[in-house]
């Protein structure tokens, strides 16, 4: 998972992730405010954007109309120190607001997860398949399945989205720090390794391609 954090200082967002990644396998980017953000939202996918609140209704609100139109699914979470302005975040489309957050990112981060629960969690289980996201770890009828950095990545990405349909973008842009510099063939060399690896186990394959589209989980 991509996350797009805006108008938090560093040291915060370092804190954030080390909370988040007892959950999910993210990537969080940093912007200083909505300005810089558009820099990042115009050549990034996210699936989730916090934003700090500036006191600026109409820039926060273009902002979030903004994003919603470009991939409707992201989801935007408010984080504000003024308890008084949660309704008016609501009004705006956002899908969370959290109060007086500064020193509790194990909250937020609870937050978060929360807020995407419906696509993430810390384990697959279908039948004899489990991936155990956070401990890395893939069991098959009790056998260990060895895959590692980015071909478990992949895997366990597509596993908690089961039957969603994605692009080669879309996955370059979820799981490499810099998206930018990342062929389409990196994640055709990775599938196929994937693909490979549990077909010896399993026999059969879990990974579809869907022609034009890109790929599924399906088991």
Not at 58 to 66: A, C, Q
Not at 99 to 103: A, K, L, S
Not at 116 to 122: A, C, E, S
């Given at each position: 998972m991509r996350i797009?954090?805006?108008?938090?200082?560093?040291?915060?967002?370092?804190?954030?992730?080390?909370?988040?990644?007892?959950?999910?396998?993210?990537?969080?980017?940093?912007?200083?405010?909505?300005?810089?953000?558009?820099?990042?939202?115009d050549f990034r996918h996210y699936e989730l954007v916090m934003v700090v609140d500036e006191g600026v209704r109409?820039?926060?609100?273009?902002?979030?109309?903004?994003v919603k139109r470009k991939k409707s699914e992201t989801k935007i979470i408010i984080l504000t120190e003024d308890e008084k302005r949660q309704v008016e975040h609501f009004s705006l489309g956002v899908d969370d607001v959290i109060?007086?957050?500064?020193?509790e990112p194990d909250l937020v981060a609870a937050r978060v997860l929360a807020n995407?629960?419906?696509?993430?969690?810390?384990?697959?289980?279908?039948?004899?398949?489990?991936?155990?996201?956070a401990n890395k770890k893939i069991e098959y009828d009790e056998k260990i399945v060895s895959l590692?950095?980015?071909?478990?990545?992949?895997?366990?990405?597509l596993a908690l989205r089961k039957q969603r349909v994605f692009s080669k973008d879309e996955i370059i842009n979820a799981l490499w720090e810099e998206p930018?510099?990342?062929s389409d063939n990196t994640v055709e060399v990775?599938?196929?390794?994937?693909?490979?690896?549990?077909?010896?186990i399993l026999g059969f394959q879990v990974i579809h391609t869907v022609r034009r589209r890109g790929y599924k989980f399906s088991y």
């Open positions: 797009l954090t805006i108008g938090l200082d560093d040291e915060y967002v370092k804190r954030l992730e080390t909370e988040l990644e007892k959950y999910f396998i993210c990537i969080v980017d940093n912007a200083k405010d909505l300005y810089d953000a558009t820099n990042f939202t109409f820039s926060l609100e273009r902002y979030v109309n903004d109060y007086n957050h500064c020193d995407m629960r419906q696509l993430f969690g810390t384990k697959v289980d279908v039948g004899k398949l489990v991936i155990d996201i590692n950095g980015k071909t478990f990545d992949i895997l366990a990405y930018e510099y990342v990775a599938i196929n390794q994937i693909r490979k690896r549990l077909k010896s």
